[in-house]
T-cell receptor, first 114, second 111 residues
């Protein structure tokens, strides 16, 4: 069975700092997708970034980037120049090709302090 | 805005009652996924529909059922409600490359 583990239940940094959220996963599949979703206090689930396992290049979306280590089954999210609006719960999620659902980690609560 | 709509935003009801949650996927998406988010169990997959057909089932109780209509909107029916059914229910629309876009959710409170 596929599992996703986020080992940091909570993190807190100062505004403008860089923060890295960790995620590891377990699978025997070779073709899959990895995602980070953000859930702010409004509880909306917002897609932050996506990574295809067959791509070696790490995905980047503005201030958000990932460090994808396929052999280590690791998928961390780096937020640069953090902003107050980045305060949210962040979920790592996994979807292997042909599967019918996302498998989520338990989330990391990130607080950006002014 | 993800392009996925869910109604109602909030629902308060009593134990034993039945409710219907509604979802419209993004234009062009054929898949709809339902998830439940409760405080102690994170996000749990309930069920998926693709173009009107049930595609996969997750941890969905027998008291719960869903369907997807020809116009691709979907409804999740929850019956004989219990206190433990109080949760945030999300609908997600299946986009390209296995990407799911979530609606704003329906907050259900069972009293």
């Amino acid at each position: 069975a596929q599992t996703v583990t986020q080992s940091q239940p909570e993190m807190s940094v100062q505004e403008a700092e860089t923060v890295t959220l960790s995620c590891t996963y377990d699978t025997s599949e070779n073709n899959y997708y990895l995602f980070w979703y953000k859930q702010p206090p409004s509880r909306q689930m917002i897609l932050v970034i996506r990574q295809e396992a067959y791509k070696q290049q790490n995905a980047t979306e503005n201030r958000f980037s990932v460090n994808f280590q396929k052999a280590a089954k690791s998928f961390s999210l780096k937020i640069s120049d953090s902003q107050l609006g980045d305060t949210a719960m962040y979920f790592c999620a996994f979807h292997f090709q042909g599967a019918q659902k996302l498998v989520f980690g338990q989330g990391t609560r990130l607080t950006i302090n002014p | 805005d993800s392009g996925v709509t869910q109604t109602p935003k909030h629902l308060i009801t009593a134990t034993g009652q039945r409710v219907t949650l509604r979802c419209s996927p993004r234009s062009g998406d054929l898949s709809v996924y339902w998830y439940q988010q409760s405080l102690d169990q994170g996000l749990q997959f309930l069920i998926q529909y693709y173009n009107g057909e049930e595609r996969a089932k997750g941890n969905i109780l027998e008291r719960f059922s869903a369907q997807q209509f020809p116009d691709l909107h979907s409804e999740l029916n929850l019956s004989s409600l219990e206190l433990g059914d109080s949760a945030l229910y999300f609908c997600a629309s299946g986009g390209p490359e296995e990407t799911q876009y979530f609606g704003p959710g329906t907050r259900l409170l069972v009293l």
